[in-house]
Nanobody, 117 residues
Framework: QVQLVESGGGLVQPGGSLRLSCAASRSIANFYVMGWYRQTPGKERELVATATNTGSTNYADSVKGRFTISRDNAKNTVYLQMNSLKPEDTAVYYC???????????WGQGTQVSVSS
């Protein structure tokens, strides 16, 4: 079992930045994959960014060049640095981790990001 707690959401103006954090209840050093997803009302949850244990990353086209996923194994935490935010980035952002390729996915509770002037 892994418990995930997200933080860092809030209200920001267009062009601003936020950094989301996702703290895990145990070591993430060897976790298979971790990622960030987002969801708006009436729409399916969509992938924002993922990072694997081999160091590879993947981003949605809509956030490439603006968002960066990173990890701090010492703090058991995954981050999503979001720059040049746009109103269309407004959503609830969720962290997901899968410890092993065969294991379940674990989700955080979500954190609201609102981009508005």
């Amino acid at each position: 079992q892994v418990q995930l707690v997200e933080s860092g959401g809030g209200l920001v103006q267009p062009g601003g930045s936020l950094r989301l954090s996702c703290a895990a209840s145990r070591s993430i050093a060897n976790f298979y994959v971790m990622g960030w997803y987002r969801q708006t009302p009436g729409k399916e949850r969509e992938l924002v960014a993922t990072a694997t244990n081999t160091g590879s990353t993947n981003y949605a086209d809509s956030v490439k060049g603006r968002f960066t996923i990173s990890r701090d194994n010492a703090k058991n935490t995954v981050y999503l640095q979001m720059n040049s935010l746009k109103p269309e980035d407004t959503a609830v952002y969720y962290c997901k981790m899968r410890p092993y390729v065969w294991s379940n996915d674990y989700w955080g509770q979500g954190t609201q990001v609102s981009v508005s002037s």
